[in-house]
């Protein structure tokens, strides 16, 4: 039996799944709307799709690492506990070793891909992990670096994940160095890795900040030029990486740190989960009533 577009729209009207799942439930049954819907409820599809409006800023950002490429991604859960089911941890696997295999450039397209290359698509993947776990989850974010020879890659998990961190240092292949860099990332939070990376417009905005600061303590103005770039520099330090006290030694500069080591600093990558993202409203009361009427 053909499956048509009037059939299409009214499975989806009915289980609130994508039309491609639609289309592909109709063709897997030979148009029979009934079994359509049971298809879809035993894929978890439907499920899924009911889930897909809810809120999911919790979850964990994971690094994986194959020979010269490796990748930091961040996936998302309703909840901050799932990030301690084996399922989820399983999830976090098989995704990262999908990303840093099949190096997609963007999320859309790596949710389109065949995992590891070969049958159900990322996208499908996560919609059965959902069945089975229960929440909403989601690949929100991922970025692949490469390393050449005499370089390191320096990967570092917060918090159970809470906070990753990718980094890749130039001039050593030691990894522990490259780790200290990210544990210093994960704790400090740069933005960027040397002062010539930040917009002039942005320096130039804490400029007339500190010198209408000056100004107003009642500085002479003859001074106030001396006085507002010797401000910035602590400007600098809080947000250029090469500039910052190094966690595991004060004393010295990150810059300090990777020099002894005869390195540099290539990239680095920090991911926090839900950064930027709407939090949900937690009401614990209603939460449970849900479990028990389950």
Known sequence: MAVTAKMVKELREKTGAGMMDCKKALTEVEGNMDKAIEWLREKGISKAQKKADRIAAEGSTSVEVDGNTAVIFEVNAETDFVAKNDSFKQLLKELGTHLVQQKPATVEEALEQPLHGEGQTVNEYITDAIAKIGEKLSLRRFTIMEKGENQAFGAYLHMGGRIGVLSLLEGTTDETVAKDVAMHVAAVSPRFISRDEVPESEVNQER???????????????????????????????????????????????????????????????????????????????????????
């Open 208 to 294: 007339e900040v500190l010198k209408k600061e000056a100004l107003a303590e009642g500085k002479p103005e003859n001074i106030v030029e001396k006085m507002v770039e010797g401000r910035l520099g602590k400007f600098f330090e809080g947000i250029v990486l090469t500039e910052q006290a190094f966690v595991k030694d004060p004393d010295k500069k990150v810059k300090q740190y990777v020099q002894e080591n005869n390195a540099t600093i290539n990239n680095f990558v920090r991911y926090e989960v839900g950064e930027g993202m709407e939090k949900r409203e937690d009401n614990f009361a209603e939460e449970v009533m849900n479990q028990v009427n389950k």
